[in-house]
């Protein structure tokens, strides 16, 4: 019998060859998996579900499914005769409504209602999000509150972005809009470069860097924004250096909201990172484009209000958009920054100039 001797030595044989290959092969699936969990964000906890956060405000349900949370202010609206819907920026929620003051809400009859836009505080996410969804999600809204045909709306920050969508989709539902310190994209069609290049310039390198990635890789922004190896958006982080001088003093007031922790409980991605994946995404259409919504009736109004000092938002499109679009009536305030809305006094003035016409500022 062969005993010994008979082992053999290591060769290169197409087996041995074949194992490399599979090594290989599992090397990479594995980094791929690896890569792969990095890149995708945790599933949301959301809201009212087991493991979620509880439901603690007044919840409407849409017609796929989804529930806006909302909070109501001034008079109730079976007396109003305004009724106003508030849009929300980023890393916000409906308790950051403008805060128009109860007198001046007696003395019009208004009624306000802010709600948590979809993936913030107590809003079921919503993954297929786009530009012009939410402008129905609004519309939706409106209806589920039997608010009328007609309403008013205000902006500010990233909600004032959408009240460019909401022109486009739900013109006929409008009876007036305020526009409050819009984020711009860089991408619209019609901007000139020279315009954009200037609004881009004025973020800080670490902004350019999120917005780009957010609108040329949106499937990074996770990532871009969890990662530890650069410096991910400013803006999510309060950055201090992205306030003007007046939003320094008015920091101080909006920096204590108690209700913060709300804001993004259901996991960062469906609320900050999916507002930049499509306030900075690829529209197909530009605020360029818009026709003014009230030329039949000349009844309705869109103001559109910047601050000059903007850190966070530059004011170089707004100008731009004023400019082309006649039919809007721009309000720039020289001394202010982003957070003039919060301004005392400034909410009051804002909402009559929408109501009653004012433009006295
Ligand atoms: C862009 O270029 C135009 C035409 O050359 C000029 O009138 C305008 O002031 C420039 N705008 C900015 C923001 O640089």
């Known amino acids: ?25 599992a090397l990479f699936a594995f980094l791929s998996a690896l890569l792969y969990k990095q890149l995708q964000p945790p599933p949301p906890k959301i809201t009212g579900t087991p493991g979620g956060p509880p439901v603690t405000a007044t919840r409407t349900r849409l017609s796929d499914g989804r529930h806006l949370a909302y909070l109501e202010f001034g008079v109730s609206k079976e007396k109003a005769k305004y009724k106003i819907i508030f849009v929300h920026g980023f890393d916000s929620c409906r308790y950051d409504a403008l805060p128009i003051s109860k007198e001046l809400a007696q003395e019009l009859g208004i009624y306000l209602v802010s709600f948590d836009r979809p993936g913030y505080a107590e809003s079921d996410p919503h993954p297929a999000r786009t530009e012009k969804s939410i402008a129905l999600d609004i519309a939706e809204l409106a209806d589920n509150l039997q608010l009328g045909p007609k309403f008013y709306l205000i902006g500010f920050s990233m909600g004032g972005e959408i009240m460019w969508s909401c022109l486009k989709y739900i013109p006929h539902r409008l009876s007036g809009v305020a526009i409050l310190g819009p984020v711009g994209n860089y991408w619209w069609s ?122 966070i938002v530059p004011v170089s499109l707004s100008r731009y958009l004023s400019e082309k679009l ?20 400034m909410a009051d003035v804002i909402v009559k100039s929408l109501l009653l016409g004012d433009a006295d500022q």
């Open 190 to 311: 019609g901007i000139p470069s020279n315009v954009s290049w200037d609004a881009w310039y004025q973020q800080l390198p670490q902004d350019q860097w999120a917005v780009w990635v957010a609108h040329h890789f949106p499937w990074l922004t996770y990532w871009w924004n969890s990662q530890k190896l650069f410096p991910a958006s400013s803006v999510i982080a309060y950055n201090p250096a992205l306030l003007s001088e007046e939003d320094k003093l008015l920091m101080q007031k909006f920096g204590i909201r108690t209700y913060m922790p709300q804001i993004r409980q259901q996991g960062e991605h469906e609320c900050l990172h999916r507002d930049m994946m499509v306030g900075f995404g690829k529209w197909d259409w530009s605020p360029l484009q818009l026709e003014d919504p009230f030329a039949g009736d000349g009844q309705g109004k869109v103001h559109l209000w910047h601050g000059a000092e903007d850190l």
């Open 1 to 25: 019998m062969a005993v010994s001797g008979e082992k053999r030595l290591p060769q290169t044989t197409p087996a041995s060859g074949g194992m490399a290959r599979k090594l290989i092969l």
């Open 326 to 345: 006649p039919w809007v009536v721009y309000h720039e305030l020289p001394k202010a920054g982003h957070l003039f809305p919060i301004a005392g006094g």
